[in-house]
């Protein structure tokens, strides 16, 4: 049974087609600053003039460059090292300001001149609790550096984008591209390329967007043989080639080094003999990253900024902007308690200062109801300008910003969205700037309110309406999110999202904030071939490295039921093979703690989405072992779990609350088993041998939120509370079950019966 709609569907898919066909011009317009002579010669300010005219408006608009400024993102595979190669980016870019004698604004404006703040750079970035207990980044973030070049008479100003890994966070990475003019591409130099090495890059170059590629994690011993022999090298040619890199793309520099230790070279021998000597070259100098900077400011492109109205060959100074019309679109929105709405993102063109009027245009092929913009949207008085630096907030000195620039503005219209434009109300744009296509999602889950014996103990808000409140507000931002009104049941609501970790990270943010729910298991999210009328469903690139020992056991897993594909596999000299299958999303449903358990810990599993195909029929979810369910309400006692863990691996502990239809453990035979946890050893005067008897358990298997949504059965839900995660049946009553499951077998024997008939 699926809980996503066709009317949902269909919506869904238009609004995907909409995005994706509005994104042609900008794809045209990268595609023209790429073939008219816009490499940026090293340390150059010169702006460049390319004539682009909107078709759908009696405008045109001349594409012109910002000078002193870079726009790039650092993207990678998850766990390549490109949070702390951000971290040493801002290092050096601090010392460099130090050691400045004097700093001078980058294009005429003085928008670097605040010290940077002695603070901890260690993993600077990920800010987030939840980022800080998972080492993992989940959500986009932007910092300025001030850089001076080691002669000290060049002052830039590098805006550098800290971009997820994870490909459940992909969307981050597609709405942030399209402020940057190049991408900083961080591979594990002993891995090579990964599925969201690929993503990301594909994401890159489709942009036309200039790549650097550095091999991270250079000192490592399973990184200098293949340094030596060239292998991840030439992976990531063919993968370049793969994706349809121009001649200029794929003139991309290679550096290599280690971000943990600080230091960078572009001479694969020097490298060597770096990771050898522990930082110092051939020539006995010590390293830093300087060297990533200044490859940045030589191959990547200075900011494009569009230029209205007649067009001159002369280099354009940031004073040049001030008769131009604003433009900016929004990349992040936020609320501040005492400075209200707020938006980042870049400015496209113009200026913009404290106290300006700004109006709002939506956002085109967006999902919104609103009529098209006529320049008559909602308009506000922009109260405070804010640049990132680390990730810190700082008020921008003098408060005016122009074309190129990534900036934080307060005091915007209360219904700003991501990827809406904000333009000047005297001097208007004349259509909303076009927004990064986003991938669709894959699957979705119903939110509602906790229903079960022990709602409202634990949590504050418990409202299936506040609920549903906090979920939409998570669409402001988190853009590849969506959110709906069950057709079913008006208490629930629904959300499509990219895989089981974005779900299970927004879960643990709302459960910290108070809020009690429940969440029913995951369905994926199908559509019909407009052409052929067939049922198509997502598939996804898996790529699983494991031991060589483990391998056939991570095939079995993966081809049988689950209905994946072997479409490469590799062994290397270490004991490793790497295994990438084509899988239907549905069949890695709960994969991640099952290959965990039966490989011992030593698969490393990352997926990535490829495209709708058609559906697969009916797929095994692994293994068929039933559950232990509670039939009595209390604590759970010492004396009853200890016979109890014979039956199976438990998932709760002596003291812990229980109820009826409560999930406390996994069944070792197939099929739900009955149980009670809180039988409390008999009280009495008859004496037995085993009186003094210690009680010896097992410790309780334990399960994130996201394992717990792969996890769980068609009949079960996650009850989520500030202090509990639990699994129970959906519905409680054991007659009722028992009376469903019976009917359920009748009716499957019947059509088996007519099946064989035929």
């Known amino acids: 049974m699926s809980y996503v709609s066709s009317n949902a569907r ?3 898919a238009s609004v995907g087609s909409q995005i994706h066909t509005n994104y042609s011009s900008r794809q045209r317009e990268y595609a023209l600053l790429n073939n008219k002579s816009c490499t940026a010669h090293p340390f150059s300010s010169a702006a460049t003039e390319i004539e682009l005219v909107d078709d759908n408006t009696a405008t045109s608009y ?40 004097s700093t001078k604004a980058a294009g005429g404006s003085d928008n670097n001149s605040a010290d940077d703040a002695e603070v901890d750079l260690n993993r600077l970035m990920d800010s987030g609790d939840l980022e800080k207990e998972r080492g993992i980044t989940i959500t986009s973030k932007v910092t300025r550096l001030n850089y001076t070049t080691n002669d000290g008479e060049n002052n830039y100003i590098i805006n550098v984008v800290d971009t997820p890994g994870h490909a459940d966070f992909a969307g981050e990475v597609d709405r942030i591209l399209g402020t940057v003019d190049g991408v900083v591409l961080v591979v594990d130099a002993g891995e090579g390329p990964k599925s969201q090495t690929k993503y990301v890059l594909s994401c890159a170059l489709n942009l036309g967007l200039k790549p650097i590629v550095v091999l991270n994690k250079a000192d490592r011993e399973e990184s200098l043989g293949r340094l030596e022999g060239g292998e991840t090298e030439l992976e ?22 280690s971000a943990r230790g600080g230091w960078i070279t572009e001479d694969v021998e020097n490298a060597i003999k770096i990771a050898n000597d522990g930082g110092v070259d051939k020539d006995g100098v010590s390293s830093n990253m300087s060297g990533l900077l200044n490859a940045i400011l030589e191959d990547i492109p200075e900011p494009h900024l569009h230029w209205y109205g007649e067009s001159s060959g002369d280099e354009k100074n940031v004073s040049d902007f001030a008769g131009q019309p604003f433009s900016m679109t929004a990349t992040t929105v936020g609320m501040d308690p005492y400075l209200g709405r707020t938006c980042t993102g870049r400015i496209y063109s113009g200026q913009i200062k404290i106290g300006d009027a700004v ?36 008020s921008l000195e003098p408060a005016v910003a122009s074309a190129g620039d990534i900036v934080t503005l307060a005091g915007i219209p209360e219904s700003m969205k991501v990827g809406d434009t904000l333009t000047s109300t005297d001097n208007q744009v004349s259509n909303a700037i076009d927004t990064p296509p986003l991938a669709p999602p894959t699957l979705s889950c119903l939110f509602g309110a906790n229903n079960g014996p022990l709602a409202g103990r634990e949590g504050t808000i418990v409202a299936s309406s506040r609920v549903r409140s906090r979920l939409i507000n998570e669409t402001d931002n988190n853009v590849t999110l969506t959110v709906e009104l069950c057709e079913a049941d008006a208490e629930k609501t629904v959300v499509f999202g990219r895989g089981e970790l974005q779900i299970g990270i927004l879960v643990e943010q709302m459960r910290r904030e108070g809020y009690e729910m429940i969440i029913t298991p995951p369905q994926i999210i199908t559509s019909t071939c407009p052409t052929t009328g067939q049922q198509l469903e997502p598939y996804e690139e898996v790529v699983v490295d494991v031991d060589s020992e483990y391998s056939g056991t991570v095939v079995n897993a993966l081809t049988g039921s689950r209905k994946g594909v072997l479409v490469e596999m590799v062994d290397d000299a270490q004991g490793k093979a790497r295994l990438k299958f084509e899988i239907p999303s549905r069949g890695l449903l709960g994969f991640g703690p099952e290959i965990a358990t039966a490989t011992r810990g030593t698969a490393v599993m990352h997926h990535m989405y490829l495209e709708d195909r058609e559906y697969a029929g009916p797929i095994g979810r692994g293994s068929d072992r039933g559950k232990l369910v509670c039939n009595e309400m209390g604590k759970a006692t010492l004396f009853a779990l ?30 739900d088993l009955e149980v009670n946890p809180v039988r409390a050893k008999a009280t009495s005067n008859m004496r037995t041998q085993s009186k003094d008897e210690k009680l010896y358990l097992t410790p309780p298997k334990k399960f994130s939120i996201e394992e717990l ?18 699994l129970r049946k959906a519905e409680l009553d054991s007659g009722v079950r028992e009376r469903a499951a019976r009917a359920k077998k009748k009716q499957m024997d019947a059509l088996k019966a007519k099946g064989g008939k035929k």
């Open 10 to 12: 269909r919506s869904i």
């Open 62 to 101: 001349t594409i012109k460059r910002r000078q002193g400024v870079r726009n790039v993102a650092i993207v990678a595979h998850v766990d390549h090292g490109k949070t702390t190669l951000v971290d040493e980016l801002l290092k050096v870019a601090a010392a460099s300001s130090k050691n400045a004698s």
């Open 236 to 257: 990531l040619m063919d993968l370049f080639e793969a994706l349809g890199a121009d001649d200029n793309q794929m003139e991309y520099r290679t550096l290599y080094g």
């Open 359 to 394: 109006t709002l245009l939506k956002r085109q092929g967006g999902s919104y109801s609103e009529a098209a913009n006529n320049g008559s949207g909602p308009s506000s008085s922009v109260t405070g300008l804010f640049v990132n630096r680390g990730v810190s907030r700082a």
């Open 642 to 671: 200890e016979s109890l863990q014979a039956r199976g691996t438990l998932f709760v502990e002596p003291g812990e609350m229980v109820y009826p239809g409560m999930v406390i453990g996994e069944n070792a035979k197939s099929g």
């Open 709 to 726: 949504i792969g996890y769980m059965s068609d009949d079960e839900v996650i009850e989520v509370t500030p202090q509990s995660v639990r």
